[in-house]
């Protein structure tokens, strides 16, 4: 079975700090590489997506993957209240258009 | 509005009722996607189209469950016999063909509450 593996929190991290969230999986076959981002009460919201190993930046966001190691992480620089919500890791494997998603990691960002 | 919308938003049943869930997507994307949310879990894959082609149902979690998709726009999903287990959020997602990473976006689910 293919898994999805995030820290639930949940991590708190201090105005302007950089949050660094983490996320494994098990398949090694697994070609693409999403996060989300949701809110208390809402849907997932798409933030950034990758698929090569390496660094891909989007703003104040930062994916990594290392296909190797079988991680992804998602970097928040510059940390704001706004950016506290839960950060979902989904992944979806070479020849499948079906995502499996994590439990999620639980972001604090305080003042 | 042309984000993918979900209707209701809300819906409270008695156990033992039937339900059905409406979700309009994107209208040029291609793949629709239904899942369930429980608390503090991610998204749970049910079932997902490729136009009006259901192409996975198998992890729909029961013969309770079902969906369609008729004529390639619009999907419901469908719990027969409804159980208090069946509480959860339910989300829908589409993805256009024509990207090729297959991130998805989702409406704003609705909320089931069976009592």
């Known amino acids: 079975q293919k898994e999805v593996e995030q820290n639930s929190g949940p991590l708190s991290v201090p105005e302007g700090a950089i949050a660094s969230l983490n996320c494994t999986y098990s398949d090694r076959g697994s070609q693409s590489f999403f996060w989300y981002r949701q809110y208390s009460g809402k849907s997932p919201e798409l933030i950034m997506f990758?698929?090569?190993?390496g660094d891909k930046e989007d703003g104040r966001f930062t994916a990594q993957l290392n296909k190797a190691s079988q991680y992804v992480s998602l970097l928040i620089r510059d940390s704001q209240p706004s950016d506290s919500a839960t950060y979902l890791c989904?992944?979806?494997?070479?020849?499948?258009?079906?995502?499996?998603f994590g439990r999620g990691t639980s972001l604090i960002v305080h003042p | 509005d042309t984000g993918v919308s979900q209707n209701p938003r809300h819906k409270i049943t008695k156990r033992g009722q039937n339900v059905t869930f409406r979700c309009d997507p994107i209208?040029?994307?291609?793949?629709l996607y239904w899942y369930r949310q429980t608390l503090g879990q991610g998204p749970e894959f049910l079932t997902y189209f490729q136009n009006e082609a259901q192409l996975e149902k198998s992890r729909l979690l029961s013969d309770r469950f079902s969906a369609e998709r008729p004529k390639g726009s619009f999907s419901t999903l469908e719990i027969q016999r409804t159980e208090q287990g069946d509480s959860a959020m339910y989300l829908c997602a589409d993805h256009a063909l024509a990207t090729s990473y297959n991130e998805q976006f989702f409406g704003p689910g609705t909320r089931l509450t069976v009592l």
């Open positions: 989904a992944v979806v494997s070479g020849g499948s258009y079906i995502p499996t």
């Open positions: 990758i698929y090569s190993n």
């Open positions: 209208s040029e994307h291609n793949r």
